[in-house]
């Protein structure tokens, strides 16, 4: 599918702010537990984000994180796959760049897990939903339409 350009909605600007907050003032985090949360930005990727763009070389990447979360792929592939990962990411540009920062998230194990460190400037979540910004916006959004309709 060809990127196309929207036209710049400065209502957008925060939609990953106001949707981690929407998801946050429903109780979501407190009654769902991660790995289903986790499983929810997995399939939303493949299914709704990776179709923007004709590489496939980001489904791998999906793949590696299930089967980390199944317990088939250890933390240690996890780690040579982000760095074969990242240095696609430095050839890319456009949309599969952005697409390609996305699903490097999902080889990092503690993100997985969700395991959140102190330093850690932003939550697993506002990551992801940051990440769908960077890539489209309106992403975040259809998200939270796909947590509503799969909850």
């Not at 990953?16 to 930005?41: A, K, Q």
């Not at 994180?65 to 996890?78: I, N, P």
């Amino acid at each position: 599918m060809a990127e196309t350009s929207l036209p710049h909605n400065p209502d957008m600007d925060d939609e990953d702010v106001r949707v981690e907050d929407e998801l946050e003032t429903l109780g979501f985090f407190e009654s769902t537990p991660w790995s289903i949360f986790i499983t929810f930005c997995l399939d939303f990727t493949e299914t709704v984000v990776l179709p923007l763009d004709r590489d496939l070389t980001c489904h791998n990447d999906l793949d590696l994180a299930r089967g980390f979360l199944a317990k088939d792929v250890t933390g240690e592939q996890l780690t040579s796959a982000r760095s074969q990962a990242w240095h696609r990411h430095d050839r890319l540009n456009g949309i599969a760049k952005d697409i390609q920062r996305l699903t490097l998230i999902f080889l990092y194990p503690d993100l997985l897990q969700g395991i959140e460190s102190p330093e850690d400037p932003d939550s697993h979540c506002f990551l992801f939903l940051n990440l769908l910004l960077d890539i489209r916006p309106g992403l975040p959004t259809a998200f939270l339409d796909y947590v509503y309709e799969n909850s």
